[in-house]
């Protein structure tokens, strides 16, 4: 089995460009069950926070996001774990995730990230007017307007929820709006 392994890494470092249909739903809601992943080759040094690396960890083949990098490693992480890869060292960064291929059309990841960005804008759009509507004192906390308010550009990476201080006389309202929200992403 280690010889096999060895030899799939040796097959996938030597290739520029590649797809896999990972298992598993450690990148969920990224990715769904049965897509396929474009890869690309990479090197440390271009890999940045919020990137998408293939990796080999204790023999198995991973594929996470970069939550941390220093000068000589990174950490990586699925959206959907609880907890961290540990340290990535640079030989065991196989590639980097460009595109993946949703019902038959495939998606680049920058173009997909700036598309759920549009949606999730818009249903903040709905929240907002309905507030200002109703008269009611609140901030956004967390979430997309803030990185663009503070960052000046689309993340690259998905936003499902923000955090909006209220008025406490009106919580009724902000449980309702969050299951608008939430049957919007289901």
């Known amino acids: 089995m280690k010889q096999l392994f060895k030899k799939i890494i ?13 298992e598993g739903l450690s990148m969920f809601p990224l990715f769904h069950p049965n897509e396929i992943l474009y890869y690309q080759k990479t090197s440390f040094n271009q890999i940045k ?84 509507k109703e008269k009611i004192d609140f901030v956004f906390l967390k979430g997309l307007p803030l990185h663009l308010y503070f960052k000046g550009f689309y993340p690259k990476r998905i936003y499902a929820d923000c955090d909006i201080l209220i008025d406490k006389n009106i919580v009724y309202l902000l449980i309702f709006l969050s299951l608008i929200l939430f049957s919007f992403y289901i």
């Open 10 to 22: 040796h097959f996938l470092s030597k290739k520029k460009t590649f797809s896999l249909n990972p």
């Open 49 to 132: 926070v919020n990137d998408i690396l293939l990796i080999k960890k204790n023999e198995q083949l991973i594929t996470h996001r970069v939550i941390y990098k220093s000068k000589k490693y990174l950490i990586t992480k699925g959206d959907n774990n609880f907890f961290s890869d540990g340290k990535i060292y640079p030989q065991q960064i196989i590639s980097q995730v460009y595109a993946f291929k949703r019902q038959g059309k495939i998606f680049p990841l920058n173009t997909f990230y700036l598309l759920q960005s549009s949606y999730y804008l818009k249903e903040i759009i709905k929240v907002k007017s309905l507030f200002e």
